[in-house]
């Protein structure tokens, strides 16, 4: 699932190239990706695009009048973009009536890929939503007004911006697992499963140390190890992509979970970049843990059976329980 460092990727090379710019037509082929019905898609045709910034994991583009499209990409979800405008419609053979054709295509839309769900074509190119996945997760949602918006914020704190005092206070309001607390999107806003592997090995911690146990000095590393993880990531994927502006779009690959430079998330069996001991992983349903035993757990490997006892307690079973 994109996090906040990559869905700030996406926002700031979507900014670059679409606001100011207009919206000429919204076609969504996969009905599953739709999650609103008023306003309707079409709503958006004919508005100029006023700014595009992050709402947790969402991306959120603004249109003149107030309008907002809110995507959430989920796991499998992806942005894609051209410089070079998308026919309008299906297709370029389409009658006249294919003007009234704005949600549904499914299979009959040619000229469109397995995984496309959405276009938009703005008079500066064609943004495409596209979903690698046969587990249909992500969403659309056309938003009249600031008051209708706020219903999509999960409400967790920025940990980029939020106080020490935020942080410890919204870390500690329950006792959770750290992993869970961390990737809680009612207290940490953008924060998922891959980031926080690289947090807790950042700041030392155990990802199954409970939050009422920290002491003072381990809660300050940790808001430290946060703030200076995502924001040092942020920086290194706009640099990447968007240097010179307005740079690349990122396209196939470039937006994931498994990056090499990552110290732990996804680096089972390889060595700690700081220890060389080998990297641990606790599986539970549909997500991992990854760890250094070394560096975060007193050397002790956490036995995976058992952990998922207790992590039963404290672990979403799905991916959309983690986004509830």
Not at 109 to 121: E, N, Q, V
Request: charged share 25%; glycine share 8%.
């Amino acid at each position: 699932m994109p996090e906040l460092p990559d869905i700030e990727l996406y926002c700031e090379a979507l900014r670059r190239r679409v606001v100011g710019h207009t919206a000429k037509s919204i076609i969504v082929k996969s009905v599953f990706l739709l999650r609103s019905v008023e306003p309707p898609v079409e709503a958006i045709e004919g508005r100029l695009v006023r700014g595009v910034w992050r709402l947790g994991k969402r991306v959120v583009v603004e249109f003149e009048g107030e309008l907002f499209v809110v995507i959430h990409l989920m796991i499998a979800g992806r942005l894609r973009w051209a410089d070079a405008p998308a026919p309008d419609f299906a297709s370029p053979d389409a009658g006249p009536e294919s003007a009234k054709v704005r949600v549904g295509l499914g299979a009959n839309a040619s000229g469109w890929s397995k995984i496309d769900l959405a276009r938009i074509r703005f008079d500066s190119g064609t943004l495409t939503i596209t979903e690698a996945s046969q587990k249909k997760r992500a969403g659309l949602w056309v938003v009249a007004g600031r008051e209708g918006l706020h219903e999509h914020d999960p409400g967790g704190v920025e940990p980029l911006t939020c106080t020490r005092a935020e942080f410890v206070a919204t870390l500690t309001r329950e006792n959770r697992t750290l992993k869970r607390a961390l990737t809680n999107p009612h207290a940490f806003a953008g924060i998922g499963n891959a980031y926080s592997d690289e947090i807790l090995h950042a700041a030392r911690l155990s990802p199954i140390a409970l939050t009422g146990k920290l002491r003072s000095e381990q809660l300050a590393h940790l808001h430290e190890a946060t703030r200076d993880t995502l924001a040092m990531w942020a920086a290194k994927l706009k640099g990447e992509f968007l240097e010179p502006p307005p740079g690349r779009f990122p396209g196939p690959g470039d937006v994931t979970a498994f990056r090499p430079d990552f110290a732990v998330h996804g680096k089972f069996g390889q060595p700690c970049p700081v220890c060389g001991h080998k990297v641990q992983r606790i599986i539970y349903s549909e997500n991992e843990v990854n760890y250094c035993p070394t560096c975060q757990t007193g050397g002790k490997v956490l036995a995976d059976r058992s952990m998922s006892r207790l992590l039963g307690k404290d672990w979403p079973r799905t991916v959309e329980e983690w986004e509830a």
